[in-house]
């Protein structure tokens, strides 16, 4: 498969800006009057580093793919809005999506201008099954979002599933893996496999099991063709100094990360079992994720009595199939007793 020709080709033929950085290859310069910067304020006065050569290095040996292989935006909300200027036409090009799913894909196509086409999944417990997802594929359809593990269902995607699509469909298949870390002992990731489909782009993030949603850095890992054009596309300075400052640091950490996770799966089994236990919690969803499902008597109910609480939660009681549902984020020891002895009261 050619990806080339999935790309708009107003952006096949783009040229990049270059900047004065980019044409700065190295060597012993020690006076730097390229680029109109303030010479005062060291390290911030000068414009970040746009190719991140040491993170993208780093991310490398964590992900077990090339650098090249590798884009780096702010946030995946960068790469989401990216994949839509890249491949799709405003006004003429669709892309599918399973429902429930993440509500960013479908505000990125309605900026972009771009037709949706949703795929319900199964009504009782969020599975997926393909064949029913590939009927509303056509020739418009340039793009596929798959989110697993599922938000707001919290359930991974069948591996099996995900590989048929991206074998069969025709097009970019997007596989959003934002909460993947939290079942990296049970469940491989896409990303490895970049190599192997020309068509897939795996989303991952800093903003979940790393700890970072403050600083703004997600990952689209794909073949080094599509990064080059995602690269291409981009602003030049996307990921600030600072950021770039602290996910060097991050990076470094991996011992936060797996205390994260194992406190995640900790936690979330004992959220789990007081959540079952409550006579007015209709149905538990099983989670992949570091939050959960639950459907309720009343959702908006229960959402109001914990806001009155100080306890926030999402109501997802509006959200396709998610009637009477809320999604509650794991958190720390102490916040999740607090949240677990006033779902106990409440209702008594
Ligand atoms: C939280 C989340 C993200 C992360 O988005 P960022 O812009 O990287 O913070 C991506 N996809 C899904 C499904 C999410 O739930």
Redesign the pocket.
Known sequence: MNIKKFIRPNIAKLEPYSTARDEYKGGDIEIFLDANESPFGAPLNRYPDPRMTSIRERLSAIKGVEPSQIFI????????DLVYRIFCTPGEDSVAMIAP??G?YKVAAATNDVAVKESLLDSEDFSFSVDKFLEIVDSTTKVVFL?S????SGNLLPREEVEKVIKQFEGIVVV????VDFCQDYYASFATQIGEYPNLIV??????AWGL?GV????ALASSDIVEVMNRVKYPYNINVLTQEAVERALCDSDTLKATIAHNNKERKILEEVVLSLSYVKKLYPSD?NFVLIKVDNATDLYNYLMQNGVIIRNRNSVVLCENCVRITVGTTSENRALCDLLSKYGN
């Open positions: 935006g702010n946030g995946s909300d960068e790469a989401i799913s993440y960013m989110c593990p599922n938000n707001p959003d893996e934002a909460y989303l991952q993030t800093l903003s979940k949603a703004r850095f997600g990952l994720s």
